[in-house]
């Protein structure tokens, strides 16, 4: 339902500030359609209500859609990734996944209570 109204953000996964991995999914004929113009040491902004953060990509993939090990979402750092179906072209469910990497570069640090 999420994706039906934007980007969607996966569950378990942190928030931006948090320290950790944030995972970010859309479709790939909706929000992240031109999600290949994307190049390494680009940046990403998200502005959130208490703060803006900038990230910097590092890495971007075609993985298959199983593969379980294309995000970690209990890193010991900061960082996003963003994922969509692949090709780009292509409508539904697809065999593989288009992913994009990026490492924190700036944004408020949020303390969280363990």
């Given at each position: 339902k999420q994706l039906m109204k934007g980007i969607g953000h996966y569950n378990g996964s942190d928030f931006p500030g948090m320290g950790s991995t944030i995972l970010l999914s859309g479709h790939n004929n909706t929000?992240?359609?031109?999600?290949?113009?994307?190049?390494i040491g680009d940046?990403?902004?998200?502005?959130?209500s208490y703060g803006v953060y900038v990230y910097k990509i590092n890495e971007i993939k075609i993985i298959d859609s199983g593969n379980v090990s294309a995000t970690n979402i209990s890193a010991d750092k900061?960082?996003?990734?963003?994922?969509?179906c692949y090709p780009l072209s292509t409508l539904g469910l697809t065999?593989?996944?288009?992913?994009?990497?990026a490492e924190y570069v700036s944004g408020p640090v949020i303390l969280v209570n363990e």
């Open positions: 929000y992240l359609h031109t999600i290949d113009q994307a190049k940046s990403i902004t998200i502005t959130t900061e960082n996003l990734v963003i994922y969509t065999s593989k996944r288009y992913f994009v990497y």
